[in-house]
C-alpha cells in the first residue's frame, strides 16, 4: 500500500505536490480559523452570558440593571485598562487596589480643607501617578528581577498609609458635589462614570495603538532582550507604564469616591486580582506582548456581568467566586491552545515554502 | 587606481573579561562590495569581536575605524548610527508584530518631529510601503505581509532579520550563523540574501561554521583562535583543507 503511493509520487510529482499543498493549506486554514475564534471568544462568551441570563431572569436586561451593572464595573474596568499595560509588558501590579483606597483618602483629606472638586480630583490622581512612578522606578532602578515583590510592598504601604493617614481610621464621609455627581447623574440614560472608562479608554487606545510609546510596549513586553538590542528605551517605557497604572487606580478612586461620597482606607480590597482577572479574562497574554484594552473592558464586563446574574439569581457568593476562578483556567487554558497553534502554523509555513 | 580606505578596519584589538583574554591584538579590514568569512572554533572569539563591533562591549585596546576615521562604539544604537547593524542569532524579531513592524521597531517612522521619539504618532503606511519594497528588492517572498512573524517559517523569519538590517546598514551588516538553524532549502534563500547584500556595496561580515557557504561567498576569510587571529587567506575548494586545520590548530 505504501509502495503504491511511491510509485504514484515518482511517477507524478505533479499530483503529489498538489495534495501536499492542498494539505497544509488545509491545516493552515483551520489554525487560522482557530486563531480567530480564540481571538474574539471572550466577547462571544461574553454575548451568549448576557443572552442566557437575560432569558433565564427577565430583570438582566432591563436599562436600570444594565446601568448598574455600568456604575458597578467602572472602577475594575477603569483600573483594568492600566493593569492590562502593566501586563502588555510582561509586568503585575500588585498595588491598585490598595493605591485606589490611599487615593480616596487623601482625596477626602483635601476636602476637609477646600471644598474644590477639581483639587480633590487633581489630589486623587497626583496621589495614584505617585505610587505608580514609586512603583516603577524600585522596578526598574533597584534591578528587581520581577515587579511583583515591589508591588506587593507598596501594596502593604499603601494599605497602611491610608490607615494611618484617615481620620478615625476609617471611612470619611463626605466628597465635593462635582464628584459626588459623578456616581449619581445619568446622561443619555448612562451612568456618568460610563463616560469617565469611555474616555480613559478612547485615550488609552491611541496611545497603545497610534503612538511610538504603544509599540514599544508590545516590543518591550514580547521580547525583552530584542528589544534593549534594538535601542528601545526600556527603562523609560516600563516606568511611565507603572505611572499609567497608578494614574488609572487614581482615576478609579474617584469613580468610586463619587458614587459612595466618600473616602476610605478600606476601598479596592483585592482589586488588585479582580483586574488582573479582568486582563486575563479578556484575552491578554500573561506572557505579555499580547493583549489590546477590548480585553480589559471585556474581563470587565464579564466579571461584573456574573456577578450580577448571580445575584438576581440568588445564587451564593461563592459560587460567583468559583464561577470567576473556573473562568480563568479557561482563559489561561485558551492562551496556551493559541501558541500551539501558532507553532503549528509555523511548521506549516516551512512545509509549504516552495 | 588607489583603492579607497576599508570601510572597516579594526587594529590590534584587544578584550578581557578578567582572567580570560579574549582578544589578543586582532586587526582586520571589511571592504564595500566584499564578504568576509569570520572562522575559528566555539570559544576562539568570534562572537567577543562582533560583539565590540556592534557596541555590547568595548574593546580595551586597539581602535576601530570607519572609512578611515576612529569611531568609539559605545551602544548598540550607536553602531548603528555608523550604519553599522547585526543579525543576532537570536534574530531579535517581536513575534507578535509583522514583518514592517518589527522593520521599524526603535525607529519608527513617526511625527511630528519635535516631540520625543516616544509621544510621536507612528506612520503605519509609510512603514508598511517602505519595508515591502524592501522585500520586494530582496526578492524575499511572505506568505502575508499583515501577519505576525510569530506565524513564519524559520527561514522567513531570518529573511526578514536580514532585510530588516538592509534597511538601515548604510556600511557593514555583521551576520551571526545565520543558517544554523535553517534546513538545506532556507538556508539557500538566506545564502542569495548575503549574495544580494554584498551586490549593493555593503561589507559583509558572515560568521558560519558551514564550510561550503565560505567557499561559496566568502571572498576572503579570517580565522581566529583562541582570541588570535591565526590566518587570512581567500577561501577555494583547494585550501579548504588549510582552512579547516587553522580553525582546529592542527598544522598541516
Redesign the interface.
Known amino acids: 500500500m505504501g509502495r503504491t503511493v511511491v510509485n504514484v509520487a515518482d511517477e507524478r510529482p505533479d499530483i503529489a505536490a498538489d495534495a501536499a499543498s492542498e494539505r497544509t493549506s488545509g491545516g493552515s486554514a483551520l489554525i487560522a480559523l482557530s486563531l480567530r475564534l480564540l481571538s474574539i471568544g471572550p466577547l462571544l462568551i461574553l454575548v451568549l452570558l448576557a443572552g442566557t441570563i437575560g432569558l433565564l431572569t427577565p430583570a438582566f436586561l432591563t436599562p436600570g440593571n444594565l446601568g448598574n451593572i455600568v456604575a458597578q464595573t467602572a472602577v475594575i474596568a477603569t483600573v483594568a485598562i492600566g493593569q492590562h499595560l502593566v501586563i502588555l509588558t510582561r509586568g503585575i501590579d500588585l498595588s491598585v487596589g490598595a493605591n485606589l483606597a490611599l487615593a480616596t483618602v487623601i482625596g477626602s483629606l483635601v476636602f476637609r480643607q477646600v471644598d474644590s472638586a477639581a483639587l480633590v480630583m487633581a489630589a486623587m490622581a497626583l496621589s495614584g501617578a505617585l505610587v505608580g512612578a514609586v512603583n516603577g522606578i524600585a522596578y526598574v532602578y533597584g534591578r528587581l528581577p520581577h515587579p511583583f515583590i515591589i508591588t506587593l510592598a507598596t501594596l502593604s504601604i499603601c494599605r497602611g498609609l491610608a490607615l494611618e493617614l484617615a481620620v478615625g481610621h476609617t471611612t470619611m464621609r463626605g466628597m465635593p458635589e462635582g464628584i459626588a455627581a459623578l456616581g449619581r447623574s445619568t446622561s443619555f440614560g448612562l451612568p456618568s462614570s460610563f463616560f469617565v472608562v469611555a474616555g480613559v479608554a478612547a485615550l488609552v487606545l491611541v496611545m497603545a495603538k497610534?503612538?511610538?510609546?504603544g509599540?514599544?510596549i508590545?516590543?518591550v513586553g514580547?521580547?525583552p532582550?530584542?528589544?534593549?538590542?534594538?535601542?528601545?528605551?526600556v527603562k523609560?517605557?516600563l516606568v511611565?507604564t507603572y505611572v499609567l497604572s497608578g494614574l488609572c487606580a487614581g482615576i478609579g478612586a474617584v469613580i468610586l469616591a463619587g458614587r459612595t461620597e466618600a473616602g476610605s482606607p478600606l476601598y479596592g480590597n483585592l482589586l488588585e486580582l479582580d483586574t488582573i482577572a479582568a486582563v486575563i479574562i479578556g484575552g491578554a497574554s500573561f506572557l505579555g506582548?499580547?493583549g489590546h484594552i477590548g480585553h480589559a473592558l471585556v474581563g470587565a464586563v464579564m466579571i461584573g456581568v456574573i456577578r450580577n446574574a448571580l445575584n438576581l439569581l440568588g445564587v451564593d457568593v461563592f459560587f460567583q467566586m468559583i464561577a470567576i476562578g473556573l473562568i480563568i483556567v479557561l482563559a489561561v487554558e485558551a492562551d496556551v491552545l493559541r501558541n500551539w497553534l501558532?507553532a503549528r502554523?509555523?511548521?506549516l509555513?516551512?512545509a509549504?515554502?516552495? | 587606481m588607489t583603492t579607497p580606505p576599508p570601510v572597516l578596519a579594526i587594529r590590534r584589538a584587544e578584550k578581557r573579561f578578567g582572567a580570560v583574554h579574549a582578544l589578543k591584538s586582532v586587526s582586520l579590514e571589511a571592504h564595500r562590495g566584499q564578504v568576509l568569512a569570520l572562522l575559528g572554533d566555539n570559544g576562539a572569539g568570534k562572537s567577543t569581536l562582533v560583539k565590540c563591533i556592534s557596541g555590547v562591549h568595548a574593546l580595551d585596546e586597539g581602535e576601530i575605524l570607519l572609512d578611515g576615521e576612529a569611531v568609539a562604539i559605545h551602544s548598540p544604537a550607536a553602531a548603528r548610527r555608523f550604519g553599522i547593524e547585526t543579525v543576532y542569532q537570536d534574530l531579535a524579531l517581536f513575534d507578535t508584530l509583522t514583518p514592517a513592524q518589527n522593520f521599524y521597531c526603535g525607529r519608527e517612522i513617526a511625527f511630528p518631529s519635535w516631540l520625543p521619539q516616544g509621544l510621536r504618532l507612528l506612520k503605519g503606511r509609510a512603514m508598511d510601503r517602505q519595508a515591502a519594497a524592501v522585500l520586494d528588492r530582496l526578492k524575499v517572498k511572505l506568505p502575508r505581509f499583515d501577519a505576525p512573524v510569530a506565524l513564519m517559517s524559520g527561514g522567513q523569519r531570518q529573511a526578514i532579520a536580514v532585510a530588516r538590517a538592509t534597511v538601515f546598514a548604510r556600511k557593514v551588516v555583521i551576520l551571526d550563523e545565520p543558517t544554523a538553524a535553517l534546513g538545506v532549502r532556507e538556508s539557500r534563500k538566506v545564502l542569495d540574501l548575503v549574495a544580494q547584500l554584498r551586490a549593493e556595496g555593503n561589507a559583509v561580515i558572515l560568521i558560519t561554521h558551514n564550510m561550503e557557504h565560505v567557499i561559496e561567498l566568502a571572498d576572503r576569510a579570517v580565522v581566529l583562535r583562541q582570541g588570535r587571529k591565526v590566518g587570512e587567506l581567500k577561501p577555494t575548494r583547494a585550501n579548504q583543507q588549510e582552512l579547516v586545520s587553522m580553525i582546529v590548530g592542527a598544522e598541516a
Open positions: 497610534a503612538m511610538v510609546w509599540r514599544w508590545y516590543a514580547g521580547q532582550e530584542a528589544a534593549v538590542q534594538m535601542g528601545i528605551p523609560g517605557v511611565t506582548g499580547r501558532e502554523a509555523r511548521v509555513q516551512a509549504r515554502a516552495p
